[in-house]
């Protein structure tokens, strides 16, 4: 079992910053590739970036990419760096951990998930 709690939401302005942080306890953390999702309301949830289990590769929707970063220590903590915020990146942004591969991007593939922290860009 691996339990995962977000961080680092909240309220900016369009331009700004942020980053969010994932911290995971229970299983061994370093032997999963990581995920983070976003949901807006009324839609599914999609993918936004990956990073796998040694943090060598890293994928990303093509709505983020440029934008965003992922990256894990080698410890228990995922981040996802985001600049120029956006008023469409408003959405909870979820992580998740599995361990199959991130290729498909789909939230069926993820073992594990956060509770969720609320991002919101006005402009």
């Known amino acids: 079992q691996v339990q995962l709690v977000e961080s680092g939401g909240g309220l900016v302005q369009t331009g700004d910053s942020l980053r969010l942080s994932c911290v995971a306890s229970g299983r061994t953390f370093s032997s999963y590739n990581m995920a983070w999702f976003r949901q807006h309301p009324g839609k599914e949830r999609e993918f936004v970036a990956g990073i796998n289990w040694w943090g060598g590769s890293r994928i990303y929707a093509g709505s983020v990419e440029g934008r965003f970063t992922a990256s894990r220590n080698g410890e228990n903590t995922m981040y996802l760096r985001m600049n120029n915020l956006k008023p469409e990146d408003t959405a909870v942004y979820y992580c998740?951990?599995?361990?199959?591969?991130?290729?498909?991007?789909?939230?069926?593939?993820?073992?594990?998930w956060g509770q969720g922290t609320q991002v919101t860009v006005s402009s």
């Open positions: 998740a951990a599995t361990s199959r591969s991130l290729a498909s991007k789909e939230p069926g593939n993820m073992d594990y």
